[in-house]
């Protein structure tokens, strides 16, 4: 080691000593909130309000279990928006990223590193493409496809300049940047936030003749759709469906792209949830788990002559593909398909609707729904006329829940949850809405 290099590195772990044993200032000088409800307080001085979070408090996290800052123990059965199929915390996880970020965690696209191939190299084996755009966000997975698509549409499929159309399925949920709220249908994310990005169309989901319809106009270069909705609440579309979009995507010569950011990776107990009609769409778009809940990652999936209409400056990210994120995607993986949880998701999930269907109450729950452990409680709202305030009970009782507007929970727990475990957050929730009172 250089005389320099050793200097730095002794000045490195003397202000690391210093920073760990409090001899350092730290940026922030505030004593540390003492309860849960000083650090909701103090969150809610400080913070945009554009999350309205159930009122609970977590410090730590391990497997399928959360811990609250008063030391209370929850199941969690939200897993991080699906993003924690592999759990918190999961040693082989967390050990890549140590390891990596020790070594090297960032240098940006202008120049090669050495773990960028080896995800890339895995990926396209593994789902039988032939290129990669690496980024951070689902939502970036997202807005990456449309501009591929709209480029493909005009040098491929040769629309005229900015006629290219977009068709979207109505639920959609992709994001909330300009490009994914022009194509919502939630008023929420959609009103006051014109204009809106033009070149968007939307159908009803699980409706293949009205797709037929929109794909009649020759200005359209793609459908982005979810395999299962997973925002709307665990909407699965009717057997045939995806098969469908297949043929007619084919047909009229659109790109499809699937939006598998919650969905795939063993989430709805297949590796994608396409797999359940066999079919190939024309991008594929992961995220969420592919990061292990532990680092930001998402990833593009195409052949090469769709990829390819990317050239250098067309497209790019700071963050996209960095090495450090390289490392957690390719651990994430491993422990997907080493660990058996697509088998295991299926398998839970299988469990999770055939007990719930029979054991809850008729006048509380009109459907239980969903696909591996990607699953939602339909409401009948006459028996169950506030959905959060079911949710606090759900918590109250150990359980972490999300509501779904105004008249469902879903439900996404960690994939390495066993049956026992299952079970046991099968009976929370059994007694919570069986004995909820409005």
């Avoid at 913070?47 to 408090?57: C, G, I, K, L, M």
């Amino acid at each position: 080691m250089s005389g320099g290099l050793q200097n730095r590195s002794s000045q490195l772990l003397k202000y690391t000593r210093l920073f760990n044993n409090g001899s350092v200032t730290r940026l922030s000088s505030s004593t540390a909130a003492k309860s849960s409800a000083e650090v909701i307080q103090r969150e809610k001085k400080v913070s945009a309000n554009n999350y309205d979070p159930s009122p609970v408090v977590i410090t730590r996290g391990e497997g399928i279990f959360m811990w609250d800052v008063e030391g209370k123990k929850y199941y969690d059965f939200v897993g991080g928006f699906a993003t924690l199929n592999q759990g918190h915390c999961h040693p082989k996880i967390i050990k890549a990223m140590t390891d990596q970020v020790n070594k090297l965690h960032h240098t940006s696209r202008a120049i090669f590193h050495d773990s960028l191939y080896e995800l890339n190299e895995f990926l396209t084996k593994k789902f039988d493409y032939e290129k990669v755009l690496n980024m951070n966000t689902g939502v970036e997975g997202g807005e990456s496809s449309v501009k591929i698509a709209r480029k493909w549409g005009y040098r491929v499929k040769k629309i005229p300049q900015n006629q290219a159309q977009v068709v979207f399925a109505h639920g959609n949920f992709w994001g909330r940047t300009i490009a994914a709220i022009s194509s919502s249908t939630d008023p929420t994310s959609f009103d006051e936030f014109g204009p809106h990005v033009p070149g968007y169309q939307i159908v009803p989901y699980d409706d293949l003749g009205k797709l037929e319809q929109a794909f009649r106009n020759p200005n359209v270069c793609a459908f982005m759709v979810e395999p299962l909705q997973g925002e709307a609440g665990a909407v699965v579309p009717t057997l045939g469906y995806l098969k469908g979009v297949r043929e007619l995507c084919t047909k009229y010569n659109v790109l499809w792209i699937d939006d598998e950011v919650q969905a795939g990776l063993g989430r709805t107990g297949k590796m994608l949830a396409v797999d359940y009609e066999n079919v190939k769409p024309d991008l594929l778009i992961l995220g969420k788990a592919l990061s292990g809940g532990v680092y930001p990652i998402s990833a593009v999936l195409a052949n090469s002559e769709v990829m390819d209409v990317l050239t250098p400056g067309t497209h790019g990210s700071t963050y996209g593909g960095n090495a450090l994120a390289c490392k957690v995607a390719l651990a994430s993986l491993d422990v997907i398909i080493s660990e058996g949880l697509v088998e295991n998701s299926f398998k839970m999930g299988e469990i999770f609707r055939s007990e719930l269907s029979a054991r809850l109450d008729k006048d509380k729950v009109i459907q239980v729904r969903g696909r591996g452990l990607l699953n939602a409680i339909v409401l009948n709202t006459k028996g169950v006329s506030d959905v959060y305030k079911l949710n606090s009970e759900l918590k109250a009782n150990g359980m972490i829940s999300k509501p779904i507007g105004s008249g469902a929970l879903r439900f996404s727990p960690p994939l390495i949850i066993t049956e026992t475990q299952l079970r046991e957050g099968i009976d929370i929730i059994v007694n919570t809405i069986n004995n909820f009172k409005n």
